[in-house]
């Protein structure tokens, strides 16, 4: 396993409505800064929420990516993965359009920067937002399955992998409807991103987590690690702090390392984008917006459990 840190933008969603103008300390900082800060807390790699790298003038874009790439190898430290959480499934199709646009621009710059994958969620969801009051579930699966295997084409032209997060919200949030849309897309550069809070609220009420890990291993590329607790659904959960919420931490270290997990164990704090009860962010409402406290407590946490970058071995 490699350790990473997962990079924000300030206001990632480019909307309003969740988490208001969501500001973190190092969502107006230079990406080279962000990977540079990276490797001084010890990790092996960093990732990029794609808006981060899109906030740039347009005249920059290139040739900051040719920076990140020569910075990261000069820190010695991967740049793990971009996520790139676009638009999948809509009723409206210029959304949609646009959506997997988007994701074939950070594949683009994925093949830049010398990743391996990039990683999306099924947006806009269906079931959060409740995207069933417009369109049915054979609808909604069948624009999920094309737009994914539109993308997997365009990434296997530039020898990446495309990596699906089973999340709650989406109408992939089963371990089987995982499979199945797999087996329904035939791509073999599919690959499933494994959400640690997603697992304990949305899979566990199902199936035991060690035996979705084992199941799902021969696809699992990258595991976004944190802590949640659900709210009264499986679509209403909060992203707490470490140590406060529902994973069991160790219980995913051993089931990780049973299936000899090779690929990232990317820290993803998304609880600085306070949203309140419902929303995005600590139930209470309070956003952790320091990420030099992430970067650090992080790893002193993750560490008691067995989690620890190959750089420090």
């Given amino acids: 396993m490699k350790l990473s840190l997962e990079v924000w933008p300030n206001m990632p969603w480019g909307r309003l409505e969740a988490a208001g103008p969501a500001w973190n300390s190092w969502g107006d900082k230079p990406v080279t800064w962000c990977a540079e800060r990276t490797a001084g807390y010890g990790y092996d790699g960093v990732d990029f929420i794609f808006a981060k790298l899109?906030?740039?003038?347009?005249?920059?874009?290139?040739?900051?990516?040719?920076?990140?790439?020569?910075?990261?190898?000069?820190?010695?430290?991967?740049?793990?993965?971009?996520?790139?959480h676009t638009t999948f499934v809509s009723p409206r199709e210029f959304d949609r359009e646009r959506g997997i646009a988007t994701f074939e621009k950070a594949l683009d710059a994925a093949a830049v920067l010398g990743c391996g994958s990039v990683v999306t969620l099924i947006g806009d969801g269906y079931y959060d937002p409740p995207l069933n009051v417009l369109l049915s579930r054979k609808e909604a699966w069948r624009q999920c399955r094309e737009a994914i295997t539109e993308v997997a084409a365009h990434a296997s032209r530039l020898g990446l992998n495309v990596s699906i997060e089973l999340l709650q919200g989406t109408i992939l949030n089963r371990v089987e409807l995982i499979e199945r849309m797999f087996d329904e897309v035939g791509a073999e550069n599919l690959r499933m991103t494994m959400d640690t809070g997603a697992f304990y609220v949305a899979v566990k009420p199902f199936m035991d987590v060690k035996k979705a890990i084992k199941r799902l291993g021969r696809y699992i590329d990258v595991v976004q690690i944190k802590d949640e607790v659900g709210l009264p659904t499986i679509v209403n959960t909060n992203h707490i702090w470490f140590g406060g919420g529902l994973v069991d931490f160790r219980e995913t270290f051993?089931?990780?390392?049973?299936?000899?997990?090779?690929?990232?164990?990317?820290?993803?704090?998304?609880?600085?984008?306070?949203g309140g009860t419902i929303g995005v962010g600590e139930p209470a409402g309070v956003g952790l917006a320091d990420f030099d406290r992430v970067a650090e407590e992080s790893l002193e946490f993750l560490g008691e459990f067995g989690f620890t970058p190959r750089r420090a071995r």
């Avoid at 005249?59 to 040719?66: F, H, S, T």
């Avoid at 051993?254 to 306070?274: H, K, N, P, R």
């Fill in 54 to 84: 899109l906030d740039v003038p347009a005249d920059q874009y290139d040739q900051q990516l040719v920076d990140l790439r020569a910075t990261a190898e000069g820190l010695g430290i991967d740049i793990g993965y971009l996520g790139c």
């Fill in 254 to 274: 051993e089931a990780l390392s049973e299936i000899d997990f090779q690929g990232y164990v990317s820290v993803e704090w998304e609880g600085w984008q306070a």
